[in-house]
């Protein structure tokens, strides 16, 4: 079975429908077919400042929503970044590897950094797409699915992978993304021209898959779409319209052609209508589910704790080989 690996960060409060569609949902799907490594990423979540007890309760919460979401510990490796101290250790060989000037390109650092300003910048936060790339290399990943804002990260895995193999003998798989075309990037909806996300989405404009389902009902109703009337997919022209029928087209199963045909003749509010009848669908049982997991800590720390025991043999022994291959002395 080829193997992959992806993770999802502790965010605050809920997983958000770009995360959902554009990535924890491949990896449901994938756990079927591949050998597959998830894991929620705390150790990219210090890289800006954390309140000690939110952390934990969110790392918690984002296992939580993963089950719920329907990874199976049974059919896939579910752990906590920081239960594998592997990550760490690699991180540092690949900070080693890697060009001051090959990450300061890493886009998502250059919007993110001008945001927060450089005081408020941390160097983990520069380097964090170079712990993104040891966690990919420890688990010999083959595929990495993930939204189409972590393609570069995936290059720099790539790069960095081949360099380390040419340099000192065959050691890494050289991973591939797997990035869905239909969703792959998931808009704001109130913004379609920016993504859906925790730092740049307005409150209305973001799904938050853990909010009341009237609230969610209400935010999807309320998404900006265009003054035409015609329901068809034309991202450049109709970004609002086309990523509402993204997001239909996933959950209901049909394909956006057949919505639009369905749609005919309609108006926007039918979609819409439509829409947030399908999300509340989804979100009802989703929250019911997390919460399930939440309500029993010891069954989901179990768990975790059997992913971490799974996900450190592989660590551990591509660590011992990339060790071995930079000529560190083994302990005795
Ligand atoms: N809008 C999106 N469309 C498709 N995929 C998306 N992902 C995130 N936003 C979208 C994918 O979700 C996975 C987990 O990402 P993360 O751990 O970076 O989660 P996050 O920090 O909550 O994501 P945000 O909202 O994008 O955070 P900020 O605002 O901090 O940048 C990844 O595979 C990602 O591609």
Known sequence: RPRVLSGIQPTAGSFHLGNYLGAVRQWVALQETHDAFYMVVDLHAITIPQDPA???????????????????????????????????????????????????RMTQFKDKSAKQGSDRTTVGLFTYPVLQVADILLYQAHQVPVGEDQR??????????????????????VPEPYILKETAKIYDLQDPSIKMSKSASTPKGLINLLDEPKTTAKKVKSAVTDTDTVIRFDPAEKPGVSNLLTISSVLTGKSVAELEKEYEGKMYGALKTDLAEQMVEFVTPFRERTQA??????????????????????????LAQAYDRIGFLPAK
């Open 152 to 173: 570069q990260h995936i290059e720099l895995t790539r790069d960095l992978a081949t360099r380390f193999n040419a340099r000192l003998g065959e050691t890494f798989t």
């Open 293 to 318: 997991y939440l309500d029993d800590p010891e069954t989901l720390d179990a768990i975790l704790a059997k992913g971490a025991e799974k996900a450190r043999a592989v660590a551990a022994e591509t």
């Open 54 to 104: 939110e952390l934990r309760a969110n790392t918690r919460l984002a296992a939580a929503q993963l089950l719920a979401a329907g990874l199976d510990p049974d059919r896939c490796t579910l752990f906590i970044q920081s239960h594998v101290p592997e990550h760490a250790q690699l991180g540092w060989v690949m900070n080693c590897l890697t060009g001051f000037g090959e990450a300061s």
